[in-house]
């Protein structure tokens, strides 16, 4: 009785379905390149493996008992199955599959999710199959999930004081002092530094803790974790503190926001590209990483 199929079964039923095809033994030696008493063995084997006859053979002719229809009808589909099977596995030889979860940092610039965008476009025009998930969060949140395999890749301004993370430089972003049209500051072309330590600024504890700020506020009523929290405190007028340029905007241009001072109150905040150093990355996550650097120009 077969209770497995080995290689040989294999052969043996790619024989039988020959001599089915062929009409018999007889006629099947110049298709096999081999005697007929060797058919005539190796269908014995088949036939033994099985623990009944497949056919009748003889003077009157060649024809399949009722088993032996069944069983060519299974071996033809077991043999389809497995040429399926061939195509599908030469076709993933190449292909990229799996899953990839991408972290952003919020409030990016247009011109950086072009260039997400971008890299997106040429991960899609590969042999790939992937599920991509983007992720918005705070840059500390990023990195808890980067840590927690969570996340594969993230783009945020990380303080880089995680030993278990990879932090490629991608791009860098201007950030400046600003104040709100009600704020008594505004209009005032170059506060001096006694005026600006007398302000109440806006305190952002993860953002700015590894930079060094050019301005640092001495009295702070106002915290904010993020970007659009910063935004409203500035824009009350009550308060001053450094937002993105690109975030600044569209509300210095409506006459509601003031940068305050020359450029030496600005500083740029270094964005990364971050993995988990210890994770051995898939061939997905290379990939979108080569492209994501490719995109931004930056070094592998």
């Known amino acids: 009785m077969l209770s ?10 790619r024989l039988f379905v020959c001599v089915v095809e062929c009409g018999g033994f007889s006629a099947a030696q110049g298709e096999l390149g081999i ?10 084997k088949l036939e033994t493996r099985l ?20 069983v060519l009808e299974a071996t033809r589909k077991l043999f389809s199955a497995i040429e399926l099977f061939k195509g599908e596995a030469q076709g993933m030889a190449d292909k990229l599959l799996g899953e990839l979860r991408i972290g952003l940092s ?32 705070m840059p500390a949140e990023l990195e808890r999930r980067l840590l927690q395999d969570q996340l594969h890749l993230a783009i945020g301004y990380f303080a880089g004081q995680q030993n278990a993370l990879d932090y490629r430089p ?19 072309a170059c506060p001096t530094p006694a ?48 937002l993105p340029e ?10 509601q926001l003031q940068p305050l001072g020359s450029a030496q109150l600005s500083f740029s905040l270094q964005f990364h590209l971050a993995q988990h150093r210890g994770r051995l990355p898939s061939e997905a996550q290379l990939a979108l990483l080569d492209d994501l650097l490719a995109a931004f120009n930056a070094t592998a």
């Open 246 to 255: 690109h975030v600044a905007a569209p509300w210095q241009a409506r006459g």
């Open 4 to 13: 497995q199929v080995r290689d040989l079964d294999l052969q043996l039923l």
């Open 170 to 188: 991608l791009f860098s972003e201007q950030q400046r002092l600003f104040c709100g049209k009600d704020h008594p500051l505004f209009n005032v």
């Open 106 to 137: 919020e409030a990016l610039d247009a011109q950086v999710l072009e260039r997400v965008a971008v890299a997106i476009g040429r991960f899609r025009q590969r042999n790939q199959a992937v599920q991509i998930e983007l992720f918005s969060a």
């Open 51 to 70: 623990g009944y006859r497949l056919c009748e053979r003889g003077k009157a002719g060649f024809r399949l008992t009722p088993k032996g229809e069944q």
């Open 195 to 242: 005026q600006l330590e007398a302000c109440d600024g806006v305190q952002h504890p993860y953002q700015f803790s590894h930079a060094a700020e050019p301005f640092l506020p001495n009295h702070s009523s106002a915290r904010a974790e993020q970007v659009d929290g910063c935004l409203g405190f500035i824009l009350s007028g009550a308060h001053i503190g450094y």
């Open 35 to 44: 005697g007929q008493s060797t058919i005539s063995t190796q269908m014995a």
